[in-house]
């Protein structure tokens, strides 16, 4: 079955760093999307970052470019997102996610498949 499980959350101060991994079953990786969305309380889900794992192009949401790193090991059909510089706003639940499209890559519209998350936090 498709399946996501992501692991690497945790608790850190401004400024500090936490990798996230997605690990993806076979089917589930041969998507031609996998992103990374996130969601604080009382806020909306947003998108964070995506890439096509068959190019390995990445985008960003523009509140984390230039701190955030978007990466997959088609080896280990796995997916990563280093966070650098982390701010007491990325608190959140990071969620993992597979789909198809070629519009809004950042939309969780274009994700049918969702992992069960893992939460952030990050404090001042």
């Known amino acids: 079955p498709a399946q996501l499980v992501e692991s690497g959350g945790g608790s850190v101060h401004a400024g500090g760093s936490l990798r996230l991994s997605c690990a993806a079953s076979r089917s589930t990786y041969n998507t031609d999307l996998m992103g990374w969305f996130r969601r604080a309380p009382g806020k909306d889900r947003e998108g964070v970052a995506a890439i096509r794992p068959a190019y390995g192009s990445p985008f960003y949401s523009d509140f984390v470019k230039g701190r955030f790193t978007i990466a997959i090991d088609n080896t280990k059909n796995t997916l990563y997102l280093q966070m650098n510089g982390l701010k007491p706003e990325d608190t959140a639940m990071y969620y993992c996610?597979?789909?198809?499209?070629?519009?809004?890559?950042?939309?969780?519209?274009?994700?049918?498949?969702w992992g069960q998350g893992t939460q952030v936090t990050v404090s001042s």
């Open positions: 996610a597979a789909g198809s499209g070629d519009s809004d890559i950042l939309s969780a519209a274009m994700y049918t498949v």
